[in-house]
């Protein structure tokens, strides 16, 4: 740790202390740059006193996730302090604001660029319109059921010569709305993802009605980012005519649970710079369909194909294409045996992540794996019935470095917790998931 940043820790802990008063005064002095790193390190419980300390009306980022303060206070001292003028960038992913709250947080940013307010139930179409800026460029409103094609018609009029990123991804926006985003021609990143993402965020009266989106704006030719996953109301022809004029300059492209089929991607397909494809749950894709896609798409470093009829033939491409891969999710595609997996692990040999839930994948392969993949650091192996723990136990007695940080033997039967404990004190930063989802670290044991 350098000097700096072992002094921002002390006064940090300083200022959490009782009698932190003196403290408080001098840090005040601090320049911006490091009032904002100390913000960083005590937000988590600031105290009206550290509030009043560390905030500063200077600071152009701000971050407001993870604050666990109360909320009360940090408005007072937003507002008693005039924050927002030199604000540029802002997030407020997952707090708990009442509406009249983001009222106070979200007046007067002249100069904000990139608001970040993703699970904030009381977010809504009424703070977009008090935004004063007139530089918009990055929007993320995921998971706010407040924001409706309204907010849309708002980026619509005032934003279409700086918007770049919008993330919209389980709002209330309807087909209406999103063809609006017509206008927004400097669109470079887009997501419009209608699946549910994650139950605890999602409230029982909150229709996702980007799930219903029917038809997609064209002519958005800047983008490189699109997130269509779940629009499976969609048609194959206009996800086609949407994805023919980007993808040769698209790098990372999720397409997950949508209506596309084979044929509708064998029309787009080209030489790209794809770094990152998912194509889950697209039933109506073949084995020989998605080859093709690898061998235009060398360097992909994230491939997702969970779900699908693959072949050993589409491993073996993607060792064979893919040197660059970094994450891979195969989960549930059961037609995969040792050999595709074995042709993985002898090539891709920069893997981080590997998802092989409910394969055929065995305790030799995944030797090989972890000696050929030495960057290894989260692997997946839940509902595999082919392996018997004899891995582990090769493990143990050669002890080799791993990197491993995370294994997941959920569901599978022939592991015994036994096993996994005699090895967890030779890796004490791995932590392995159990049979029925039970967390395992060396401390544990």
């Known amino acids: 740790m350098a000097l700096q940043d072992r002094c921002l820790a002390v006064v940090a802990a300083l200022l959490s202390s009782r009698d932190a008063d003196d403290v408080a005064l001098a840090v005040a002095a601090l320049p911006v740059h490091l009032l904002d790193a100390l913000w960083n390190l005590t937000k988590a419980n600031a105290s009206s006193k550290v509030l009043d300390a560390v905030l500063s009306n200077e600071s152009s980022c701000v971050n407001l996730t ?35 709250d983001l ?19 009381a977010f809504s179409d009424e703070h977009v319109r008090l935004l004063t800026t007139l530089n918009l460029c990055e929007l993320c409103v995921n998971w706010c059921s407040g924001v409706t094609d309204a907010t849309l018609s708002v980026l619509a009029t005032r934003y279409t010569n700086s918007l770049t990123a919008l993330e919209i991804a389980g709002t209330t926006v309807t087909t209406q709305g999103v063809l609006r985003l017509v206008a927004c021609t400097k669109l470079q990143r887009l997501n419009l993802r209608g699946a549910e993402t994650s139950k605890a965020h999602k409230s029982e009266h909150c229709v996702v009605a980007c799930d219903q989106v029917t038809d997609l704006p064209q002519g958005l030719d800047q983008l490189i980012d699109i997130d269509l996953r779940g629009l499976s109301c969609v048609s194959t022809d206009n996800l086609t005519r949407v994805l023919s004029p980007v993808w040769p300059h698209l790098e990372r492209v999720s397409l997950g649970e949508t209506a596309l089929t084979s044929s509708a991607l064998k029309e787009v397909l080209c ?3 794809l770094e990152l494809l998912d194509l889950s749950w697209c039933f109506q894709l073949d084995a020989a369909t998605i080859i093709s896609c690898i061998r235009f798409a060398s360097s992909l470093v994230t491939i997702k194909l969970r779900c699908l009829e693959l072949s050993d033939n589409c491993l073996e491409a993607i060792a064979r294409h893919c040197p660059t891969l970094r994450k891979l999710n195969i989960a549930r595609c059961r037609n995969l045996s040792d050999g595709g997996f074995q042709a993985i692990a002898s090539s891709c040999n920069r893997l981080e992540v590997l998802d092989a839930s ?31 723990g004899s891995f582990l136990d090769k493990l143990r007695e050669t002890r080799p470095p791993l990197r491993l940080a995370s294994l997941d033997l959920s569901w599978v039967d022939a592991v015994e917790n036994e096993v996994v404990q005699s090895v967890l004190p030779l890796y004490p930063s791995l932590v392995v998931t159990g049979y029925y989802g039970e967390v395992l670290v060396a401390s544990s044991v």
């Open 103 to 121: 009222y106070v947080i979200m007046d007067a940013l002249p100069q904000l660029q990139h608001l970040r307010c993703a699970y904030v139930s």
């Open 66 to 100: 993870s604050f666990g303060g109360d909320l009360t206070d940090l408005v007072h001292t937003w507002h008693a302090k005039r924050m927002g003028s030199a604000i540029m960038e802002l997030s407020l992913d997952g707090v708990a604001f009442k509406p009249a």
């Open 358 to 388: 409910w394969s055929l994948v065995a305790d030799a392969t995944l030797l090989l794996l972890l000696d050929c993949a030495p960057a290894l650091k989260r692997l997946c192996l839940q509902g595999c019935k082919a392996i018997t």
């Open 271 to 273: 030489h790209g710079c």
